[in-house]
């Protein structure tokens, strides 16, 4: 197994928003990959999407300041651009397009993880890298 430094981590859409908007849940979780990202331990990567999509949500709530948010967060964030042949990869054995759409973009851009809270969403995920884990199981693998 890698080292934690060497681990690479997409986030999903609702880990960015859950962070953002101090969503109840895996919160404590979610702020310590933030935190082990800010030392430099772990490298966290979104895609182009998930920028556009945490944007939208955040002004559908209504909040104040939303790009000073986005970026507050955005040194320990690295953005992967959307590759082409991602198109033509099985996004339709998942029951939402979206996630099919970011899971192989981070496997194809060798993302170690795939961190999601909505991990149900990932069971037609094949079982090859990244691995699909909750902000929990990820931090529980390291401790």
């Known amino acids: 197994m890698k080292s ?3 681990n690479k981590l997409f986030l999903d859409t609702n880990i960015i928003l859950d962070f953002l908007l101090a ?3 895996e919160l404590k979780e979610i702020e310590n990959v933030f935190n082990y990202a ?3 331990i772990i490298e966290c990567y979104i895609s182009e999407s998930v920028l556009a999509t945490c944007l939208y949500f955040l002004e559908k709530e209504k909040r104040k300041n939303i790009m000073g948010m ?7 964030l690295k953005v992967l651009p959307f590759e082409h042949n991602i198109l033509y ?23 170690d993880f795939f961190i ?3 991990i149900k969403d990932f069971k037609s995920a094949p079982l090859s890298l990244p691995v699909v884990l909750t902000p ?6 390291y401790k």
């Open 23 to 25: 969503r109840k849940g």
């Open 136 to 141: 929990e199981q990820f931090i529980n693998l």
């Open 89 to 111: 990869s099985s996004i339709e054995l998942f029951s939402d397009l979206e996630d099919g759409l970011l899971f192989f973009l981070a496997q194809f851009h060798k993302m």
């Open 116 to 118: 999601t809270r909505n």
């Open 38 to 40: 800010s030392d430099g």
């Open 70 to 76: 986005i970026r507050n967060i955005w040194p320990v």
């Open 4 to 6: 934690m430094a060497e």
